[in-house]
């Protein structure tokens, strides 16, 4: 099993940047696909971001492309959500999500572990 502790979000102007970490505990965490998912308000939780378990490969939601960049610390057992050239749309409760596999997957089904979440709001 692993757990996951998300931290960095917080209010931030339009057009601001904002990194999320999310800190995992267990020896490994290298054995897990890692995802990003975020849930506005009255909305269903959709998919962010995912990374492979090297890091090498990541895949982004169209919405995120350009914008956000994820990546990994398997020494620190740690991943990461850059987000840059942030909208008021961004705004949500940002989830740090676990698989115990190899291949990437964007359903928020396919993920056992998920995070408590850090609140990310965009003011316009």
């Known amino acids: 099993q692993v757990q996951l502790v998300e931290s960095g979000g917080g209010l931030v102007q339009a057009g601001g940047s904002l990194r999320l970490s999310c800190a995992a505990s267990?020896?490994?965490?290298?054995?897990?696909?890692m995802g990003w998912f975020r849930q506005a308000p009255g909305k269903e939780r959709e998919f962010v971001s995912t990374?492979?378990?090297?890091?090498?490969?990541?895949y982004y939601a169209d919405s995120v492309k350009g914008r956000f960049t994820m990546s990994r610390d398997n020494a620190k057992n740690t991943v990461y959500l850059q987000m840059d050239s942030l909208k008021p749309e961004d705004t949500a409760v940002y989830y740090c999500?676990?698989?115990?596999?190899?291949?990437?997957?964007?359903?928020?089904?396919?993920?056992?572990?998920w995070g408590q979440g850090t609140q990310v709001t965009v003011s316009s």
């Open positions: 267990g020896r490994t965490f290298n054995n897990y696909v």
């Open positions: 990374i492979t378990r090297s890091g090498e490969t990541t």
């Open positions: 999500a676990a698989r115990f596999a190899a291949i990437l997957r964007t359903s928020a089904n396919d993920y056992s572990y």
